[in-house]
């Protein structure tokens, strides 16, 4: 395996607005990389790139020291040796699973006890050994998703591509996915991307989350560091459910802690920087500055509450107890981070 690097990649499709552009990434041997962004903001076009499927405007692709494309020239994508997975899942239904998996094999020529062996060991990989003569058809949508991975496992690539994967299936189903996609990385050891607009996708599944925005890289980190420091209002408003105010803060320490808050609270000027609170940061009842209950959602375990501080600025946090609407209440802000 090697390290896929994209140095400056940019795609211009010919408008006269860039849909990618000064795109720059590393993304480490065996890592599980997820590509978070909004609908638009060039994600799945940074992958078709990656997979051969598009051509770079500028800028160039490399896997270790070998050059995939750059604006002159680009491998085409079977000799790329990587492997994508759809949404739709691309099975051919008249094929047993087995036929399915099998198929990169027989493409490259490969047959007979090779074959056998290399599909049997995929079909053990995502645990569907026992359905290899079933058709699609008879299988759920998690295990047909599963046989799409087995095909991708079958050839040994260097890199798997995944297009927001999940996107089609329900949120039980998509839990149960998250799982498989897990253990399918640790067993398979290959590098994985996978694109998707579900933040709670990527900090579930990836070993880095690479943030975009209208065609630019915002930030790359583990999913723990992005969620604790984003760079940028941005990133913050992206990845989990914060809320971002302005305070006169003074002093050059990123993360706040409550002594530093409370004074810039009481401020009646709200010209300042901005600073990410996270909803479990904001502890509601205590000593702390007044505010007021705008909403409130009841999650199961918790209430998810919207509050309005004096000077109109918004926060959210959460609650084990009910609290109402237009109910006057006290916060506390144990941390903030300073965008």
């Known amino acids: 395996m090697a390290k896929l690097i994209l140095n400056q990649v940019a795609k211009d499709f010919g408008t006269g607005r860039a849909v990618v552009s000064g795109f720059s990434l590393d993304v480490r041997e065996g890592g599980f990389l997820a590509l978070l962004g909004p609908s638009g903001c060039g994600k799945t076009t940074v992958l078709r790139m ?3 499927f598009e051509t770079p405007s500028d800028g160039s692709i490399h896997l270790g020291e070998r050059l995939l494309a ?9 000799k790329r040796n990587m492997a994508m997975v759809f949404q739709s899942y691309a099975l051919w239904p008249h094929m047993s699973v087995a036929d399915n998996v099998g198929y990169p094999l027989k493409v490259r020529g490969i047959s007979g006890e090779a074959y056998k062996i290399k599909v049997r060991r995929a079909l053990s990989t995502v645990r569907l050994a026992d359905y290899a003569e079933r058709r699609p058809a008879d299988l759920s949508g998690g295990q047909r998703q599963r046989v799409a991975l087995a095909r991708c496992l079958v050839t040994s690539p260097d890199v798997v591509l995944l297009d927001e994967p999940l996107a089609n299936l329900d949120r039980h189903l998509k839990q149960e996915m998250e799982e498989t996609f897990r253990e399918f ?3 398979s050891g290959a590098t994985m991307i996978y694109v998707t607009h579900d933040q709670s996708e990527a900090m579930a599944l990836a070993t880095d989350v690479a943030v975009m925005s209208e065609g630019r890289l915002l930030q790359v980190a583990p999913p723990a560091e992005i969620y604790a420091r984003p760079e940028g209002p941005m990133v913050g408003g992206l990845i989990g459910r914060g809320a971002i105010i302005t305070l006169p803060v003074m002093g050059g320490e990123r993360q706040l802690e ?4 409370e004074g810039a609270l009481h401020a009646a000027n709200v010209d300042g920087v901005d600073i990410l609170v996270r909803p479990e940061d904001v502890v509601i009842g205590g000593e702390g500055v007044p505010a007021t209950v705008q909403s409130v959602l009841f999650e199961g375990e918790r209430y998810a509450v919207k509050l309005a501080l004096g000077n109109g600025q918004m926060l959210r946090a959460y609650s084990r107890v009910a609290v109402v609407p237009d109910e006057a209440v006290h916060v506390v802000i144990r941390a903030g981070w300073r965008l």
């Open 258 to 261: 409550w002594d530093e808050l």
């Open 185 to 187: 990385h640790q067993r």
């Open 50 to 52: 990656i997979a051969g």
């Open 70 to 78: 750059d604006a002159s020239r680009s491998l085409p994508p079977e």
